[in-house]
Each structure stands twice: as C-alpha cells, then as structure tokens.
C-alpha cells in the first residue's frame, strides 16, 4: 500500500535560516508521482511541485529546492532564506499510477518564520 | 486559466441536516476527487470519478453519496450531519493519465 511519512509534525525557525521539510513514501508502483502542497492558514491546497518516480533530478524554483532520491525512498524540500510568509503546513503527497491518479498526503508539517 | 471552482465556501448546517457541496472542475478534465480534512488533519480521499462513473472509493462513510454529471461537474451529498462532519472539504479534477491534479479552494463545513 501507499504511504507518506512526514516525521516532522512542527518546525520553528528564525526568518532567513534555511529549513529541510522530510518526506519518505512507500510504494510498490514503479511508476508514481511525488508532490508538495502549501497550505496556508487561508486553507487552500497550493501546489509547489510534482515529480515522477522515472526523474531523479533536484529541482530548484527560487527559494525553493527539492531533493529526489529513490534510493532511500525520499522527497525533501528545502526553503532557503525563509519568510515569514513561508509560514504554513506543508504536505508532501504520492500518486501510483495504478490508482486512478488518487493523491495520498502525509500528515504534513506545520512551519512557523519567526520574525 | 480557469480554476476548480467549489461552491459554496462556507456552509453552516445543524447536526441531522442535509448539505450540497458542488465541484465545477477545469474545462476539459475528465476526473473528479473529493477529499476531507479535519481541523489539524492531512486531506482524506473519499471518492472520484472518471467519466461521470465512480472509480474509486476511500473513507466515505454511507451517509455521503456523490455523482459526477454530464457537464462533468460533481456534487457531494451529505445527510444526517454530524458533529464530526465539520471539516474543510476539497475537490480537486484532473486530466486522466496526467497526475496532475487540481485542487479548489475548498468548502468549509462547519456543523453545529
């Protein structure tokens, strides 16, 4: 079966350090899909990015940076020079592609930018 | 471009009422998901469609029923609400075989 596992439940950083959220998922798909979503305390589901298991390569998009490693089964995303606007959950997600597209979300992590 | 658009955005209902929540997905996308995510919880899979059939089923409990109609829009009925229905649902649409899956903006259903 499916799973996400974000370990790190909350995580409280000073405005302009640099922060890891973790994300380790099992599949038994060799096919499947990988995602991150920003939720913000307005609550909408913000996509951030979507990576297929055949792409390995690390992603940069600004701030943002994500690190893809079938090796160890894991999808963490880096957000350097943090904000104070950074500030929400994060949920990491996956998708097998024997199952109708249906996203599966971790438990997410909550980030606070401390100003 | 055109988003998934959830109506309505917030709806408060008395326990053992009934509640409607609709889905207009992006022109063109064929599947539908529907998702609930308590307070301080990840977002739950409940149900999709494809083609206006059911195609995959989660947590939904049989107080809940959903279709997807011609126009490819989708509703979410729930009756007998309960306390513990009070959550932030979402549905989302997609493209089949993208993985690319849209998500609204949410209805926020409070049941007091």
């Known amino acids: 079966a499916q799973k996400v596992t974000q370990a790190q439940t909350e995580i409280s950083v000073v405005e302009k350090e640099d922060v890891t959220l973790d994300c380790v998922y099992e599949?038994?798909?060799?096919?499947?899909?990988l995602f991150w979503y920003k939720q913000p305390p307005s609550g909408e589901l913000v996509f951030l990015i979507r990576?297929?298991?055949?792409?390995?390569q690390n992603e940069i998009s600004g701030r943002y940076s994500w690190n893809f490693q079938k090796s160890t089964s894991s999808f963490n995303f880096t957000i350097t020079a943090s904000q104070v606007v950074d500030s929400a959950v994060y949920f990491c997600?996956?998708?097998?592609?024997?199952?109708?597209?249906?996203?599966?979300f971790g438990k997410g992590t909550r980030l606070h930018i401390l100003p | 471009a055109a988003g998934v658009i959830q109506s309505p955005r917030h709806l408060i209902k008395e326990k053992r009422e009934t509640a409607t929540l609709k889905c207009y997905p992006i022109?063109?996308?064929?599947?539908v998901y529907w998702y609930q995510q308590g307070p301080g919880q990840d977002p739950q899979f409940l149900i999709s469609?494809?083609?206006?059939?059911?195609?995959d089923k989660g947590s939904i409990p049989d107080r809940f029923s959903a279709q997807q109609f011609s126009d490819y829009h989708s509703e979410l009925n729930m009756s007998s609400l309960e306390l513990g229905d009070s959550a932030l649902y979402f549905c989302?649409?997609?493209?089949?075989?993208?993985?690319?899956?849209?998500f609204g903006q949410g209805t926020r259903l409070t049941v007091v």
């Open positions: 469609f494809y083609e206006k059939m059911q195609s």
């Open positions: 599949t038994r798909d060799t096919t499947y899909y």
């Open positions: 022109p063109r996308h064929d599947t």
């Open positions: 989302a649409s997609s493209l089949a075989g993208y993985f690319e899956a849209f």
């Open positions: 997600a996956l998708s097998e592609a024997d199952r109708d597209d249906k996203i599966i």
């Open positions: 990576r297929n298991s055949f792409d390995e």
